[in-house]
């Protein structure tokens, strides 16, 4: 999983802009962005209410990167700089696709 900065993550989304945004849930939102090697991505800025610490947040993105199935967006990285929590997910062009991002059903 590649590590981000934040401000990788927050010029791809051109500042978390509400324009990009295609979900909101529970946990955060989910931002579309255009990474600076010109892919397409889904960014899902956590909630800052968590009380998740870094060590925990890696062990968990270690553990959900190496799951893979043909009904599962596919982790590609993440940023744990500061206070931040983001996951960075392949974007599929689908209804769908924030939707189970944000865990609405």
């Known amino acids: 999983v590649k590590l981000y900065s934040y401000k990788e993550l927050r ?6 802009n509400p324009v ?6 529970g946990f955060g939102s989910v931002y579309k962005g ?8 889904a960014i ?7 009380k998740q610490g870094v060590k925990e947040f890696l062990t968990e993105i270690g553990v959900i990167s190496e799951i893979e199935h043909d009904n599962l967006v596919k ?9 931040h929590r983001i996951l960075v997910y392949n974007y599929l062009e689908s209804n769908s696709f924030s939707q189970s991002l944000i865990g609405i059903s």
Not at 20 to 25: L, R, T, Y
Not at 44 to 50: C, D, F, G, N, R
């Open 11 to 16: 010029i791809a989304t051109e500042g978390f």
């Open 34 to 41: 255009q990474l600076k090697d010109g892919k397409i991505a």
């Open 44 to 50: 899902k800025v956590l909630s800052a209410q968590s």
């Open 20 to 25: 990009n945004k295609i979900g909101e849930g």
């Open 75 to 83: 982790l590609c990285g993440c940023c744990v700089e500061g206070n």
